[in-house]
C-alpha cells in the first residue's frame, strides 16, 4: 500500500473546488465529487498507477470526472505525491 502526500497546491485546489461546488450546487454534489476524489486516490495507494501521461516527466493523470483530473507523481516505491486537482479546461502550459 502506498502512502499519498498532498503538495500544497493541490490542497488549496481541493479546497477551492469543494468552495465552489457549495456556492454554485448542492451538498449531494459536493459528496460525489468527494467520493470520486477518494475512489481514485484508493486506486493510487493500491498501486494502480498506469494512467496516462502528462507533458511534465513522470507526471500522470487520472481523469475523476470530467472537468477535473488529479495530476500525481511516483516520488518512490511506496509514494506517491498529488501535484494537482486540476480543472481540465485550462492551459496545460499551465502545469509547468
Given at each position: 500500500?502506498r502512502?499519498?502526500?498532498?503538495?500544497?497546491?493541490?490542497?488549496?485546489?481541493?479546497?477551492?473546488?469543494?468552495?465552489?461546488?457549495l456556492?454554485?450546487w448542492?451538498?449531494?454534489?459536493?459528496?460525489?465529487?468527494?467520493?470520486?476524489?477518494?475512489?481514485?486516490?484508493?486506486?493510487?495507494?493500491?498501486?494502480?498507477?498506469?494512467?496516462?501521461?502528462?507533458?511534465?516527466?513522470d507526471?500522470?493523470?487520472v481523469?475523476?470526472?470530467k472537468?477535473?483530473?488529479?495530476?500525481?507523481?511516483?516520488?518512490?516505491?511506496?509514494?506517491?505525491?498529488i501535484v494537482?486537482?486540476?480543472?481540465?479546461?485550462?492551459?496545460?502550459?499551465?502545469?509547468?
Amino acid at each position: 500500500m502506498r502512502h499519498i502526500i498532498w503538495s500544497p497546491k493541490a490542497k488549496q485546489d481541493y479546497t477551492a473546488i469543494i468552495d465552489y461546488l457549495l456556492s454554485v450546487w448542492t451538498i449531494k454534489e459536493v459528496q460525489y465529487f468527494i467520493t470520486k476524489v477518494t475512489t481514485a486516490l484508493s486506486a493510487l495507494k493500491k498501486g494502480n498507477l498506469d494512467f496516462k501521461r502528462v507533458g511534465i516527466k513522470d507526471y500522470r493523470m487520472v481523469v475523476i470526472q470530467k472537468h477535473t483530473s488529479i495530476i500525481y507523481r511516483t516520488v518512490s516505491n511506496d509514494q506517491v505525491q498529488i501535484v494537482r486537482i486540476w480543472d481540465n479546461r485550462q492551459n496545460p502550459i499551465k502545469l509547468k
